[in-house]
């Protein structure tokens, strides 16, 4: 089987319903939140590669250039156009630094990573976005393509997004080492499309009551919400405790922990147990750790990524590695079945929910209300005054 395929998909993106977006009276935050975007898999960049990728509402390109470095660039070409997916070539150029083309006193530096338009070929350089090559000129022209702040780890590609673009980045999603070094093997993903609002994604971990109200149920019963208490689900239930912290220290405090335990159960007996380990980096970027001493033991994390394609439209990817192992291959297969099965029920309920900022919190749900203060440091000013973005960004 080829794991860089989706192993389970959701809704296309065509198929999610669109009703969301219309909803009426929605004092929604800003779309995009401030920080660390997960924007594309590594793996399905290739060196000397270039990908059209949707994201912020914007067509944006990421490219990897000779030298295996990542770029994410604007889209279209600031000579006429064009846009440099469609075509465009990423290419070593030899940057021209003086003289002209009629006659001898031509100096190049070094080359550098470029990509080249496909209308008229003019070159810009990936590390900078200046135009450095037009191969009818004798003058490079004062031309600018715009960069996006990137980096990769951990098998993803990120880019930083701020709505002020003078605010640079105070941290990044620190690596794994079990990915970076091999130790944990990729066995597969899932995607899903979302209509929702992104910051609905990962609350949903902070949301503790609903764990045992969507989750209890089999995942191999019917996966809808509608036949959570058939006679199946009766007998194979899961059970799951679960705590929700922000992270207190100074330097982490864009980060949070979600400890989290699912207990098996057939006719209320303990089966099988796994415990999960969960840190949210940013606001759209989260690790699973899960462990299980089952038949010699399981370890590994599910990488989970949230990228904004436009307002209240999302897509969620979900990445799994484990330790290299038989069991590990077999449970793979169980996990990647079972995710897609669990945020099916979630899914439902997102693309069809209101978001509302002034939410009925239970004192079981406290967490809720202290996820809501912590995600408010990825807004400018806490989202407070981009309430009325709804009614300007909500027709894209």
Same mark, same amino acid.
């Given at each position: 089987?080829?794991?860089?395929?989706?192993?389970?998909?959701?809704?296309?993106?065509?198929?999610?319903?669109?009703?969301?977006?219309?909803?009426?009276?929605?004092?929604?935050?800003?779309?995009?939140?401030?920080?660390? +975007?997960?924007?594309?898999?590594?793996?399905?960049?290739?060196?000397?590669?270039? @990908?059209?990728?949707?994201?912020?509402?914007?067509?944006?390109?990421?490219?990897?250039?000779?030298?295996? @470095?990542?770029?994410?660039?604007?889209?279209?070409?600031?000579?006429?156009?064009?846009?440099?997916? +469609?075509? %465009?070539?990423? $290419?070593?150029?030899?940057? *021209? +630094?003086?003289?002209?083309?009629?006659?001898? @006193? &031509?100096?190049?530096?070094?080359?550098?990573?470029?990509?080249?338009?496909?209308?008229?070929?003019?070159?810009?350089?990936?590390?900078?976005?200046?135009?450095?090559?037009?191969?009818?000129?004798?003058?490079?022209?004062?031309? @600018?393509?715009? &960069?996006?702040?990137?980096?990769?780890?951990?098998?993803?590609?990120?880019?930083?997004?701020?709505?002020?673009?003078?605010?640079?980045?105070?941290?990044?999603?620190?690596?794994?080492?079990?990915?970076?070094? %091999?130790?944990?093997?990729?066995?597969?993903?899932?995607?899903?499309?979302?209509?929702?609002?992104?910051?609905?994604?990962?609350?949903?971990?902070?949301?503790?009551?609903?764990?045992?109200?969507?989750?209890?149920?089999?995942?191999?019963?019917?996966?809808?919400?509608?036949?959570?208490?058939?006679?199946?689900?009766?007998?194979?239930?899961?059970?799951?405790?679960?705590?929700?912290?922000?992270?207190?220290?100074?330097?982490?405090?864009?980060?949070?922990?979600?400890?989290?335990?699912?207990?098996?159960? +057939?006719?209320?007996?303990?089966?099988? $147990?796994?415990?999960?380990?969960?840190?949210?980096? %940013?606001?759209?970027?989260?690790?699973?750790?899960?462990?299980?001493?089952?038949?010699?033991?399981? $370890?590994?994390?599910? &990488?989970?990524?949230?990228?904004?394609?436009?307002?209240?439209?999302?897509?969620?990817?979900?990445?799994?590695?484990?330790?290299?192992?038989?069991?590990?291959? &077999?449970?793979?297969?169980?996990?990647?079945?079972?995710?897609?099965?669990?945020?099916?029920?979630?899914? $439902?309920?997102?693309? *069809?929910?209101?978001?509302?900022?002034?939410?009925?919190?239970?004192?079981?749900?406290?967490?809720?209300?202290?996820?809501?203060?912590?995600?408010?440091?990825?807004?400018?000013?806490?989202?407070?005054?981009?309430?009325?973005?709804?009614?300007?960004?909500?027709?894209?």
């Amino acid at each position: 089987m080829d794991l860089t395929i989706p192993v389970f998909t959701g809704d296309s993106n065509e198929q999610v319903p669109k009703n969301v977006r219309i909803l009426p009276n929605q004092q929604l935050p800003p779309f995009y939140p401030n920080g660390w +975007i997960p924007i594309l898999e590594s793996r399905l960049l290739k060196r000397n590669q270039l @990908k059209s990728i949707l994201c912020f509402g914007k067509e944006l390109i990421v490219a990897r250039g000779p030298s295996n @470095k990542v770029y994410v660039l604007d889209a279209y070409c600031p000579h006429l156009g064009a846009n440099l997916a +469609i075509g %465009g070539i990423v $290419e070593r150029c030899r940057i *021209r +630094i003086g003289g002209d083309k009629n006659n001898n @006193k &031509i100096v190049h530096k070094q080359e550098e990573d470029c990509i080249r338009c496909p209308f008229h070929s003019w070159a810009f350089r990936m590390s900078d976005g200046n135009c450095v090559d037009v191969p009818y000129e004798d003058n490079v022209p004062n031309a @600018k393509l715009k &960069i996006w702040k990137s980096f990769e780890v951990n098998g993803v590609i990120f880019v930083w997004y701020h709505d002020d673009p003078n605010v640079e980045p105070e941290w990044k999603p620190e690596q794994i080492d079990e990915i970076m070094t %091999g130790k944990w093997q990729f066995y597969g993903r899932t995607e899903h499309y979302v209509n929702c609002h992104l910051q609905e994604i990962p609350e949903n971990g902070a949301d503790i009551v609903h764990l045992n109200q969507i989750h209890s149920s089999s995942v191999f019963g019917s996966g809808g919400l509608e036949n959570r208490y058939n006679w199946f689900n009766r007998i194979l239930k899961h059970e799951w405790n679960a705590q929700w912290s922000p992270c207190p220290a100074p330097d982490q405090q864009h980060i949070s922990h979600l400890e989290m335990i699912n207990t098996n159960k +057939i006719f209320g007996i303990k089966i099988i $147990e796994f415990r999960f380990n969960v840190r949210q980096i %940013g606001p759209a970027y989260v690790e699973i750790h899960l462990k299980s001493d089952i038949f010699g033991g399981i $370890e590994g994390v599910m &990488i989970q990524m949230v990228k904004p394609i436009g307002p209240m439209r999302n897509s969620i990817i979900h990445d799994f590695y484990f330790n290299n192992s038989i069991i590990s291959f &077999i449970f793979s297969k169980f996990f990647l079945f079972a995710e897609a099965k669990m945020i099916q029920r979630d899914i $439902e309920i997102w693309n *069809r929910k209101a978001f509302l900022r002034r939410p009925y919190i239970g004192k079981s749900e406290q967490s809720l209300v202290k996820y809501r203060r912590w995600f408010s440091q990825f807004y400018s000013n806490g989202g407070k005054n981009n309430i009325e973005q709804t009614k300007n960004d909500c027709d894209w």
